[in-house]
C-alpha cells in the first residue's frame, strides 16, 4: 500500500492509500520524513447520512462529518478513514480533523485568526468574520504568515505559530515564531487597546476553536477537557488584548 507524508506544526503523518490520483491532487501539501501518526484511508462508494458528531467510545475516538467517517486509537496513533468523495475540500477537512485531534495531544490549537511576524515577534488577530483580522495584518506593514487561520504550539513552556497549509492563505512560509500577542480586534470611532485577564480571554478564543465554534454534537471525551486546559495555560502565557481600532490606527505603537 502506497503512503504519503503530511507535516503540520512539527508533526507528521503518514497516510496510507491505494489512490493513484490522491498524490497528485495533494502535492502541494507533500513532506518527508518518518512518521509521528498513521492513517489508513478506505473508500467507500456511499456512506449513510450522519448528523455531524465527535464522540469517544472505549477510547477512541469517532468524527462523523458529511462525507468523512474517521476513527482514532491514540494508543496506536493510528486513524482510519472511509471517504466517499476523493476531492481538494473534502481531503482539507481530513487532515484538519486528524490534525486537530493530534494538536490536542501536543498543546497544540488552530485558531481563526489572522497572523503576523512584527520585528521578529509573532501576533495574533483573533475573531469572527469582518472584524477585521485580515485588514489589521495588512494594517502591520508586517509579513502575514496567514490571512485566516493559523496553528499555536506551546513547545515546553513557549508558545509558537506555525504555518498552517490547511486553512485560510498561507501567504509566508515562515519558519515557527514565537507568539508574543493574541489580540482581539473591534472596529470602533476610536483607537484603545485594553490588556484583558486570561479568564475573559478564555471565552473568546474557545468561540474561534475549530470544534466550538462548529455545529457538532458532543459526547464526553476527554480531548474537550485536555483542550480548555491547554487553552487556558496558553492565555497564562500569552499576554491577550482587546483592539478597538478605526482605519487610521498606527498599529507600530500599539505593538510596541
Known sequence: MSYLIFEL??????VYHKNPKLKELVKDFLSKGEPDYSLYLNYKPKISAKPNSVACKQGEYIIQYNNISLSYKPQEQRFDCELYKISRRSWVHLLTFCFFLI????????????????????YLFVG???????????????????DDC?????????PFIYPNFLGGILINQLPKTQLAGIIFPEQAPNNKLTKLMPISAL????????????????????????????????????PSYLLRFNLEIDLDRFLK
Do not use: C, D, Y
Open 9 to 14: 506544526a512539527g508533526i507528521k503523518l503518514a
Open 103 to 122: 494538536l490536542n495531544e501536543h498543546k497544540g490549537h488552530f485558531f481563526h485568526s489572522a497572523g503576523i511576524v512584527h520585528k521578529g515577534k509573532g
Open 128 to 146: 469572527k468574520k469582518r472584524v477585521g483580522k485580515s485588514t489589521l495584518a495588512k494594517l502591520s506593514g508586517s509579513p502575514v504568515i496567514n
Open 150 to 158: 493559523n496553528i499555536v504550539r506551546i513547545i515546553g513552556n513557549s
Open 203 to 238: 471565552k473568546k478564543t474557545l468561540s474561534q476553536n475549530l470544534f466550538f465554534s462548529t455545529n457538532f454534537n458532543f459526547s464526553k471525551n476527554p480531548f474537550l477537557s485536555r483542550e480548555f486546559s491547554n487553552t487556558f495555560k496558553l492565555l497564562n502565557t500569552v
